[in-house]
Nanobody
Framework: QVQLVESGGGLVQPGGSLKLSCAASGSIFSIDTMGWYRQAPGKERELVARITSSDSTNYADSVKGRFTISRDNAKNTVYLQMNSLKPEDTAIYYC????????????????WGQGTQVTVSS
């Protein structure tokens, strides 16, 4: 089994910073792309940022220049550094990972974390 566990969410004032972490564990041979999504109340889940195994990144336009995604392959962990936070960044943030279970198959399986709440408010 595979688990993704997020941490680092919380309440922060506008203009503040938070750093989210997501650690994957379990039966993992390798991890391809890892990403962060978010879902605000009454809205659909949207991509925030993602990073490939070769460290290629892409971001939603709304967070470019403010958020930075990174990963530590030795720890199977992905991070999201969020700076200059705005009230509209308030959402539940979910991480995901596309991974292989064994060396015998190239099939990728997507797993999700349980989510962590980020609230930006004064």
């Amino acid at each position: 089994q595979v688990q993704l566990v997020e941490s680092g969410g919380g309440l922060v004032q506008p203009g503040g910073s938070l750093k989210l972490s997501c650690a994957a564990s379990g039966s993992i041979f390798s991890i391809d792309t890892m990403g962060w999504y978010r879902q605000a109340p009454g809205k659909e889940r949207e991509l925030v940022a993602r990073i490939t195994s070769s460290d290629s990144t892409n971001y939603a336009d709304s967070v470019k220049g403010r958020f930075t995604i990174s990963r530590d392959n030795a720890k199977n962990t992905v991070y999201l550094q969020m700076n200059s936070l705005k009230p509209e960044d308030t959402a539940i943030y979910y991480c995901n990972a596309d991974l292989r279970y064994t060396s015998r198959s190239y099939t990728l399986y997507r797993h999700w974390g349980q989510g962590t709440q980020v609230t930006v408010s004064s």
